[in-house]
Structure formats: C-alpha cells, structure tokens
C-alpha cells in the first residue's frame, strides 16, 4: 500500500504561481511512475503531467507545457509540481497518484493509488 497527501493550493491570481507536493509512505517511493490529474466542476477527471521512476523523463497535457513541470525527490518520497503563470482555467482539483509501472502513464485507470486531492483556484 501507498499512502499520498496532496499539500500546496490554494486561491491565487491569474498569472500567479503555486507549488503542489505529495508525498507519499508506505512502499518504496522510487518504483512508482507518478502522476498529477484534475478534475474540474462538472468535468472528468484529466491527466497534467507525469514523471518516471528516476525523474529522466516527463510528459505533460499540452495546454501546461511551458507552464507546469513535475519533478521528484525520491530521497523525501514526494513528487511536486510547480505551476507558473495560472489561468482561471486551471482551476480544479489537483490529485497525485502512483503507478507501479515502468514507462510513462498518461491514463488514470493505469494508477493504483490516489491522494485525497487539494483545491487550486485561480482568479481573474
């Protein structure tokens, strides 16, 4: 079993920034692809950004690259993600999960665990 608490949102201003983290206890940290979704009122839940189990490689929805990066300590069990330049449209639930897989993974039904989720809302 792995456990994840999301920390870091909150109400911020268009353009503003946030740092989300997650961390994690339970099964060793490293040999878990993690991933950030959201899910917006109304909407489903969809895939952010993605991080491998060394942090070597990443992959993001199009609409956040260039604004977004995941990273990982896998010394402290958490995965972040920094989130630059926010738009009203960013506006959602932000969850973070764990895929004891290899490669990258885009799809939440690959994940096996799930944080509680933390509020971000972005104003105009």
């Known amino acids: 079993q792995v456990q994840l608490v999301e920390s870091g949102g909150g109400l911020v201003l268009a353009g503003g920034s946030l740092r989300l983290s997650c961390a994690t206890s339970g099964r060793t940290f490293s040999r878990y692809v993690m991933g950030w979704f959201r899910q917006a009122p109304g909407k489903e839940r969809e895939f952010v950004a993605t991080i491998t189990r060394s942090g070597a490689s990443t992959y993001y929805k199009d609409s956040v690259k260039g604004r977004f990066t995941i990273s990982r300590d896998n010394a402290k069990n958490t995965v972040y993600l920094q989130m630059n330049s926010l738009k009203p449209e960013d506006t959602a639930v932000y969850y973070c999960?764990?895929?004891?897989?290899?490669?990258?993974?885009?799809?939440?039904?690959?994940?096996?665990?799930w944080g509680q989720g933390t509020q971000v809302t972005v104003s105009s």
């Open positions: 999960a764990a895929d004891d897989a290899v490669g990258i993974t885009v799809t939440a039904d690959r994940y096996d665990y």
